[in-house]
T-cell receptor, first 116, second 111 residues
Framework: GAVVSQHPSRVICKSGTSVKIECRSL??????MFWYRQFPKQSLMLMAT?????????EQGVEKDKFLINHASLTLSTLTVTSAHPEDSSFYIC????????????FGSGTRLTVV | GENVEQHPSTLSVQEGDSAVIKCTYS??????FPWYKQELGKRPQLIID?????GEKKDQRIAVTLNKTAKHFSLHITETQPEDSAVYFC??????????FGAGTRLFVKA
């Protein structure tokens, strides 16, 4: 089945620094990947849709200059949290579909970001 | 905008009993309804899905029903086991890729 790898699984960074999170589809090509944020005991909130070879589509209220998304290849999308603040601490998770979006999505293992 | 409501937020059942989780969606163009199970600290996993041209789908102890008229869909788990304990998310998707998730249901199965 489809496998999505996300790295790193945990990261602690200082306020003001930037953190890059990678999401890879290991055995399929994904023209579209999604980035979600999940707060403790809450649902998955879609942040943005990452499109290979074009600009990402951000959801309302998500700062595109804060959360930079790059989808340079059919198997890799990256999310960079710039100038991180403690309120950016959260669980970030990506997903992709091997079925051109017709089926369910496979999620990465998630990245727990802690900004100190 | 699009919205998916999910109930209950918490559900506690005795092992062997059935569990039912209900969702309502707002976008009448929605045509795909997946359900995900998320165990503590792990990624969500697709457990079953249903498309708008089908009213019911079953996979062993798990079944999903869809009422397009009422914009309701439900997850049914029979003969629950302790390993069914997790958070379950319903979701809906219209013609594009964007998937909207419900708030989640924390299911506890007591042995």
């Amino acid at each position: 089945g489809a496998v999505v790898s996300q790295h790193p699984s945990r990261v602690i960074c200082k306020s003001g620094t930037s953190v890059k999170i990678e999401c890879r589809s290991l055995d399929f090509q994904a023209t579209t990947m999604f980035w979600y944020r999940q707060f403790p005991k809450q649902s998955l909130m879609l942040m943005a849709t990452s499109n290979e070879g074009s600009k990402a589509t951000y959801e309302q209220g998500v700062e595109k200059d804060k959360f930079l998304i790059n989808h340079a290849s059919l198997t890799l999308s990256t999310l960079t949290v710039t100038s991180a603040h403690p309120e950016d601490s959260s669980f970030y998770i990506c997903s992709a579909s091997e079925d051109r979006g017709r089926g369910g999505y496979t999620f990465g293992s998630g990245t727990r970001l802690t900004v100190v | 905008g699009e919205n998916v409501e999910q109930h209950p937020s918490t559900l506690s059942v005795q092992e062997g009993d059935s569990a039912v989780i209900k969702c309502t969606y707002s976008d009448s163009a929605s045509n795909y309804f997946p359900w995900y199970k998320q165990e503590l600290g792990k990624r969500p996993q697709l457990i079953i899905d249903i498309r708008s041209n089908v009213g019911e789908k079953k996979d062993q102890r798990i079944a999903v029903t869809l009422n397009k008229t009422a914009k309701h869909f439900s997850l049914h788990i029979t003969e629950t086991q302790p390993e069914d304990s997790a958070v379950y998310f319903c979701a809906s998707r219209a013609g594009g890729f964007k998937t909207i998730f419900g708030a989640g249901t924390r299911l506890f199965v007591k042995a």
